[in-house]
């Protein structure tokens, strides 16, 4: 199984503010057709999931583009600039390269 | 707008069965794959079972398959998970979520198995 590491636990910002969280997987994401399937999705409290990131890169629709995504093979990244009050809540990055589906264990953010 | 509406949770006791079901409406439902993703209480995402347009293929991690069982009906737009012989660590609140980035989530139904 593709094990997917993030890093920090958590971390707290100021409003305003610029943070990066990395996500690293234990095997190459790129699939055989020569996507890699790296999402990144934000929950917020007490709501689901919801998609921020696909394929690495790719801002899904209506999110800001203060959140960009990078990286490639096993090592990837979410950056999140002008940190604003609504960022805040728990950050996962998945993989969907290939089964078993797997998911980071969150980062929280928080602000200070 | 894309909607998934998630019911049929609730308590049930361990090894017992429960089904899950997933309204969807606002897109063509028979053109994706779909799947649940599970969240045990103050947990992190857990990958539970997609299955394919026509529900002919089906896919599980190990730690439900040959337990669980995802399905769908087309016409009425709805994904299915049929859970037996439910465990404790099974507790978690399920979603309904469309592959194949997991774009849109539904609210959510908890299942409880506690005697």
């Known amino acids: 199984d593709v094990v997917m590491t993030q890093t920090p636990v958590s971390l707290s910002v100021s409003l305003g503010g610029q943070v990066s969280i990395s996500c690293r997987s234990s095997q190459s994401l790129v699939h055989n057709n020569g996507n890699t399937y790296l999402s990144w999705y934000l929950q917020k409290p007490g709501q689901s999931p919801q998609l921020l990131i696909y394929?690495?890169?790719n801002r899904f629709s209506g999110i800001s583009d203060r959140f960009s995504g990078s990286g490639s093979g096993t090592d990837f990244t979410l950056k999140i600039s002008r940190v604003e009050p609504d960022d805040l809540g728990v950050y996962y990055c998945?993989?969907?390269?290939?089964?078993?589906?797997?998911f980071g264990s969150g980062t929280k953010l928080e602000i200070k | 707008e894309v909607q998934l509406v998630e019911s049929g949770g609730g308590l049930v006791q361990p090894g017992r069965s429960l089904k899950l079901s997933c309204a969807a409406s606002g897109f063509t439902f028979s053109n994706y794959y779909m799947a649940w993703v599970r969240q045990a209480p103050k947990k992190g995402l857990e990958w539970v079972a997609t299955i394919s347009t026509s529900g002919s293929r089906t896919y599980y991690p190990d730690s439900v398959k040959g337990r669980f069982t995802i399905s769908r009906d087309n016409a009425k737009s709805s994904l299915y998970l049929q859970m037996n012989s439910l465990k404790s660590e099974d507790t978690a609140t399920y979603y309904c979520a469309r592959h194949t980035y997991f774009d849109y989530w539904g609210q959510g139904v908890m299942v409880t198995v506690s005697s």
């Open positions: 998945g993989q969907g390269t290939q089964y078993p589906l797997t």
């Open positions: 394929k690495v890169s």
